[in-house]
């Protein structure tokens, strides 16, 4: 009996120990290729959102506890723009992360959607090309505060979106925040903290069914 437990546990050595070398093998083999996806992929949303450049630098924040990266992007030694990897907690569907880019006078030059899970055909139209949200904020002052018609301000949100188009200027807003620190100026009231903001205007009951993001 003791002989057949001793075996036993052996053999389940062997093994954990076989199984942990393997994750760690594969870990070691994925590792630098995800690495690389992501940084090609923030390369392309950094080509989408700001004008030529040939080289950037990056400087992380945290605004409202949630971590941002401006990147300063310049071309031959000047500065071309600022991108603002940006993100919000309170999409229909949770998080939301976009590059927002914006020229040196701190115009927005365009807005790319990382990420986003919300509601198909709804929620999702945000990474529409032309879709109104983006139409409400390009080319406008990064100092301004957006916000959609329905909370007073003047963006037309996604239809039957609500929700998600708060999500979206919120996120816009944050990075609004970002690049005035990063460039010395003054944040206007009520633009950082939008979060807990549009949380109070987002009540569960008015999210049931979906159709009423």
Known sequence: MKSTLINMVAVLFTITLIASAGVGAVNMITVEPIAAAKAAATEAA????????DKTESEELTIDEMPIVVYTATNAGQTVGYAVE??????????????????????INNVNVLQQAETPG????????????????????????????????EVDALTAATISSRAYLDAVNRAC???MNVTGQDAPDGVSGATAEYAEQTEPEAQEGGQNE
């Open 46 to 53: 950094l080509g989408e959102v700001l004008p030529a450049f």
């Open 86 to 107: 940006t993100m919000t907690k309170s999409g229909f569907s949770g998080v939301v992360k976009l590059m927002v880019g914006f020229l040196p006078d701190g115009t």
């Open 122 to 153: 709804l929620g999702t139209k945000m990474c529409d090309e032309g879709n109104p949200l983006l139409a409400g904020v390009k080319g406008k002052e990064g100092t301004a505060t957006f916000r959609v018609k329905k909370d007073g301000g």
């Open 177 to 179: 925040v970002a690049m």
